[in-house]
C-alpha cells in the first residue's frame, strides 16, 4: 500500500453520486485514519445513504458551499466517485439553468463524457485542489487479477470473454459504452447511453422470448476506454450487477483487472457465489 | 438495369420471411415479365400477406415441398428476403427439433448469423440452385446516393453520421448489428440482438427520462457489414423504421447507398417527409 501516512494529507473530499461506492470508499479511507468530507450530489445521491453521517448536499454547479467547507478544513485533495457515471450524467442535462452558470461544462457536453469529465477535472484543479482517482486513496476497490469466487469460468465463457475485450478494444477511442454481452461468441448486447443495468435488463428479455438457445450461457465484459482517465471514470460492478446477471441468465462477469471497481468485494463475492455465477479480473488487451 | 429480358430465367423462388418486402421485391419481379413462386416461411411471415396470392407455405427445415415445387416449375434462381435477418433467425431457434434435422444450420449457428446464412445458401447451391440477391433481381429496392426526400440533414446530422458510419465499420468484423444512433457526436445506442427497432425505442425512451438534451437530434445510421454476403443479408428500412425513428425525436435516417433496402421507397419518403424526417443515401468508410 502506497498511501501515505494518515496525517500528512489533510482531510479528503468525496464529492457522492449514485449507489454504495462513495460510502465504501469513505469508510476504507476513514479505516486508514484520514478524515473524510462527504459532498453528494443533489439529485444524484440519495439521502438516506447520508443521513447518519456528516455531510454537505452541493450542486454541479453551484461550488459555493463546497469550496467554502473544503477552504475551512484544509482540504486538498478531492475523489469524484459514482456521480459522474451514466447514467447519472444524464441527469444533470434536466438542470439546463444550473447547467448555464458553468459555460465550459455545456461546451464539453457536445464532445461525449470525458470531454465532460475532463472539464470538471479542470474546475477543480483551477481551483488549488488535487483530483485523485477513488482507487488510489482506497485500492482495495479494484478488481484484481483472477478469479474471485467459487465459480470458475469455462473455455466456452473464456472464448466469450476475449470476443468482448477485443469489440471494448476497438470501441474504446468512440467515448461510448463500457460493457458488451457476448454468448457463444455472438455479441448480443452492446452497451451506450442506457447504461449497464438497461443493457443486461435487455439480454434477460432477449432469453425471456427464447432468442438465445437455452443452452448458451454468456458473459457480461466490462473494461475501461483506452485513454481513459482513471481518476474519475473507472467502471464499477456491484450487487445490482449480479442480480441482473442471474437474470439474464448469463454464467459471470469478466471484469478489467485493475481497471474495474467493486463497492464490496467480499459480500459481491459471496451474492454471486449463491447464484453461481463467476466474476474473473481479466487483463484487457490495451491494458500495459 | 441489367437484368436479363424476361423468358430467358424461368421463375424465380422467393422464399419469404417477415415484412412487406418481399411482397414488394415480388411485384418489382413481376412487373418484369418474370414468373414468381411465393414461399413464405411458417412461423415467420403473416399468413394474411399471402392470402390473395398463391404460394406455399414452407419451414426452414422441411425442404421436401419447396423442393418438389421448384423442380415441378423449371425453376433455377432462389431469393431469399426478409427472411434471416434478426430477430427473425432467433425465431427458427425455439423449434429444436426441427433444426436437429439440419446439423449443419445448427452448427452455424454457433458462429453468428453470417455463419448460419452461409450454411442456408451452401444448402441451396447443393441442390443445384443458384442464390439470388433480391437487390440483383429488384434493383430498384436499393438506397441511391444522396436525399431522398425534401429534408435535407444538418451539417451537425452530417458530422454524427461521419461518426456512426466509422463506428459501424470497426465493428464490422464481430458480426454484430449493422445499425448505431448518434446524436451531437455521441454514440447514444448500437444494435445488437435485439434488432433495428428494439434499438430506436430504446432511444425514445432514453428521450422521453429526459437522458437527451432536448436541441440534440440526432441520427438512425445502418450500414452493411464489411465482407457480407449480399445476396441475403442487406439492412433494409421500412415504415417501420421512420414510425420509431419519429417517436424518438431523431433529425433522419442515414442509410449505405448501394447496400440498404428499402421496400416502397416512394411511400416511405412520403411518410418520412410528411413527419420531417431526412433519408439519406450516404458512402459508408468501407464501401468502394
Redesign the interface.
Known amino acids: 500500500m502506497n498511501a501515505p501516512a494518515a496525517g500528512q494529507e489533510g482531510p479528503l473530499a468525496l464529492i457522492c453520486g449514485a449507489g454504495s461506492l462513495p460510502l465504501a470508499v469513505a469508510d476504507l479511507v476513514a479505516a486508514r485514519g484520514r478524515q473524510v468530507l462527504l459532498f453528494p450530489l443533489q439529485g444524484i445521491a440519495r439521502p438516506e445513504d447520508y443521513a447518519t453521517r456528516p455531510h454537505t448536499w452541493i450542486r454541479i454547479a453551484q461550488t459555493g458551499p463546497f469550496e467554502r467547507a473544503v477552504r475551512a478544513s484544509g482540504c486538498k485533495e478531492v475523489v469524484l466517485i459514482g456521480a459522474l457515471v451514466r447514467?447519472s450524467i444524464?441527469?444533470l442535462?434536466?438542470n439546463w439553468t444550473t447547467l448555464r452558470l458553468l459555460p465550459r461544462i455545456v461546451a464539453a457536453?457536445?464532445?461525449?463524457d470525458d470531454h465532460l469529465l475532463s472539464g470538471v477535472a479542470k474546475l477543480i484543479e483551477e481551483r488549488g485542489l488535487s483530483l485523485r482517482g477513488a482507487h488510489e486513496v482506497a485500492p482495495e476497490i479494484l478488481v484484481p487479477k483472477g478469479t474471485l469466487g467459487r465459480v470458475q469460468p469455462t473455455e466456452h465463457d473464456r472464448a466469450d470473454i476475449a470476443?468482448g475485450l477485443?469489440?471494448l478494444r476497438?470501441?474504446g477511442p468512440?467515448?461510448?459504452?463500457q460493457a458488451v454481452?457476448v454468448a457463444?461468441?455472438?455479441?448480443?448486447?452492446?452497451?451506450?447511453?442506457?447504461g449497464t443495468d438497461?443493457m443486461i435488463a435487455?439480454v434477460a428479455e432477449?432469453r425471456a422470448?427464447?432468442?438465445?438457445?437455452a443452452a448458451t450461457r454468456g458473459v457480461l465484459i466490462k473494461a475501461p476506454k483506452r485513454g481513459q482517465d482513471r481518476r474519475f471514470d473507472l467502471p464499477s460492478i456491484g450487487p445490482r450487477t449480479v442480480e441482473g446477471i442471474a437474470r439474464a441468465g448469463l454464467a459471470g462477469i469478466a471484469a478489467a483487472a485493475g481497471g474495474t471497481i467493486i463497492a464490496d468485494a467480499e459480500q459481491l463475492v459471496q451474492s454471486a457465489d449463491n447464484v453461481k455465477i463467476f466474476i474473473v479480473g481479466v487483463t484487457a488487451g490495451s491494458e500495459p
Chains 1, 2 share one sequence.
Open positions: 447514467p444524464w441527469q442535462r434536466l457536453y457536445r464532445g461525449g470476443l477485443e469489440y476497438v470501441t468512440f467515448d461510448v459504452g454481452v457463444g461468441r455472438h455479441v448480443l448486447a452492446v452497451e451506450a447511453a442506457e438497461e435487455r432477449l422470448n427464447g432468442r438465445i438457445r
